[in-house]
């Protein structure tokens, strides 16, 4: 990249084959994720900013969540936290996780999106990690030294009952907003730094589309713990001042279609296949003009049968935590073969390798203003003194097309959720009766992939390994099948030959 090139990249240029792009320079804007609503409490304080359909419906005005939000965080400088301070929070799609997660970032504490279905031990371990003060939660058991507090609206209300002096929004962009738990590209679970400079970013890179509007009605089905729900979603929503139709899990999502008049639909592959299996909910798509898949692969196949189906295209794109989440998206443009994930984005820059030879597969590399700051705690891994950043993943450039050819990594994507196979196997292998195990993900029409694990040992029993699982593990993370066998496929050197288990009947 020659150096005007880079100044150009910095100051909210990108070169697009030869053609230069304006992208918002979100320093002069917003220095906060939270600012935003107060932006939307101003302009139309009276229109719905949020709706949970149920069990009871409920609805929030934006000038209503603004001084929720207020109120929250004014309680929680309550607590002894000061800026920097980490707030962890555990639990389902509802109002108050977007409350909680809002005045965290108001009163500029970190906060720290955990998924509710994790175990004792592993929310244990994330919080020692990062060293949250405060956990918001629906249900968990006491830790040692976290201060708890439901995450419901007698929780909130509590909290904000005991507000003395209010509080408002650091103006430092590059301050650290959120810690989210990913693989990284070593392969272990390490926490993605994302600063409100990243996802800032990101919304106004998405934005440029201009998909989105105040009168857009957009479904949060995907979990807000995940970086797609979290950023990507709701972020976006908080962008545009569209409404915004919380729901946790399918459940209600046929009903919520009409009654809502959803007109923009984020979700992940697997559910495109539930609404093909639901003719109610095919019935009632007549609202939505935007479907969008992400999270996970989207197969051809699928996307395809979807679009003859219900005569919605499906947009797709590629993108990961350390991006906040995007880094290439096929909106405003075609809709290619296997493993296509569209342009990259405005504002995000994507070189094959060393970027001599782009239309031959090797590693993605990236480079942003939404890029992550690194790894908690102390950044390593993260983008390099010329801001770029390797992905960890396989794919090559063709007109400027960003295909994905694989995951570097042996992560299994699990409805969007990471699953690590060496802790699976190394929870199973706690086992005396086990000798080898070698876990590996295979295609699942319903989850987008599956656990499966390969057991060798003498009287090892599947029900035994079933039940350790599941004390050990979150239940997306827990093998769908277990097979016992005799040796496991190994080369030359002695390594579990993976591929060869994939292909296995």
């Given amino acids: 990249m020659s150096s005007s090139a880079a100044r150009r990249a910095r100051l909210g240029w990108v070169n697009d084959q030869d053609a230069a ?24 304080p009276g229109r719905i900013a949020l709706v949970q359909p149920e069990p009871v419906p409920r609805t ?83 830790l040692e030294g976290v201060q708890h507090i439901d995450l419901t609206p007698e929780g909130l209300g509590d909290l904000s009952g005991a507000a003395s002096e209010p509080v408002s929004s650091p103006r430092d962009p ?40 105040r009168d857009d009605v957009v479904l949060a089905m995907l979990p807000l713990f995940h970086v797609f729900g979290l950023n990507a979603v709701l972020g976006s929503c908080l962008l545009s001042g569209a409404r915004l139709v919380i729901l946790d899990g399918f459940d209600g ?28 909910a095919v019935s009632r798509l007549g609202s939505v003009t935007r479907v969008v898949s992400g999270a996970a692969p989207l197969s051809v196949d699928l996307r395809d049968q979807f679009t003859a189906r219900t005569g919605l295209r499906v947009e797709q794109g590629y993108g990961l935590t350390e991006a906040a989440p995007g880094v290439s998206a096929t ?44 790894y908690w705690p102390d950044g390593r891994g993260g983008p390099g003194e010329d801001g770029w950043f390797p ?34 196997e190394e929870a199973i292998s706690e086992l005396q009766e086990v000798e080898s195990v070698a876990v590996v993900g295979r295609p699942d029409w319903r989850t987008g992939e599956q656990v499966v694990a390969f057991v060798t040992g003498a009287g090892v029993s599947v029900t035994a390994i079933n039940e350790h699982c599941a004390n050990r593990l979150a239940k997306f993370k827990r093998p769908s099948r277990v097979q016992v066998v005799d040796d496991l496929p190994r080369g030359i050197t002695g390594k579990v030959r993976k591929g060869v288990l994939r292909d296995l009947p």
């Avoid at 320093?27 to 139309?44: G, I, M, P, Y």
């Fill in 174 to 213: 590059e301050a650290l907003a959120v810690l989210l738990y990913t693989a990284g590209t070593s392969g272990e679970p390490n926490a993605a730094m994302l600063s409100h400079r990243a996802l800032l970013s990101h919304l106004h890179h998405v934005a440029s589309f201009e998909i989105l509007d």
């Fill in 391 to 424: 992905t960890g993943d396989v794919g090559y450039l063709l007109d400027g097309e960003l295909f994905l050819v694989d995951r570097a990594r042996e992560l299994i994507i699990v409805n969007g959720f990471n699953v690590y196979p060496a802790e699976v």
């Fill in 60 to 142: 929030v005005t934006w000038a209503e969540l603004d001084r929720q939000i207020d109120a929250v965080a004014t309680g929680l400088s309550a607590h002894g936290l000061v800026a920097g301070h980490r707030v962890a929070i555990s639990g389902p799609n509802t109002i108050e996780f977007v409350v909680a997660y809002l005045a965290t970032l108001r009163a500029g504490y970190v906060a720290v999106p955990i998924n509710p279905e994790s175990t004792v031990a592993e929310l244990r371990a994330m919080i020692n990690d990062c060293g949250a003060r405060v956990l918001f939660a629906t249900a968990a058991e006491p």
């Fill in 21 to 44: 792009v304006q992208v918002i320079d979100v320093r002069q804007l917003e220095t906060n994720l939270a600012d935003l609503v107060t932006r939307h409490a101003k302009a139309q």
């Fill in 331 to 374: 909106l405003g443009g075609a809709a290619l073969g296997h493993g296509h994930v569209g342009r990259p984005l405005p504002g995000v820059e994507v070189r094959i390798g060393d970027g001599s030879e782009p239309i031959e597969p090797d590693e993605i590399w990236i480079r942003g203003d939404n890029l992550f700051s690194g």
């Fill in 253 to 280: 999502f046929v009903d919520a279609l009409a009654t809502e008049k959803i007109t923009n639909l984020p979700l992940a592959p697997p559910v495109l296949s539930r609404i093909l299996d639901d003719e109610r």
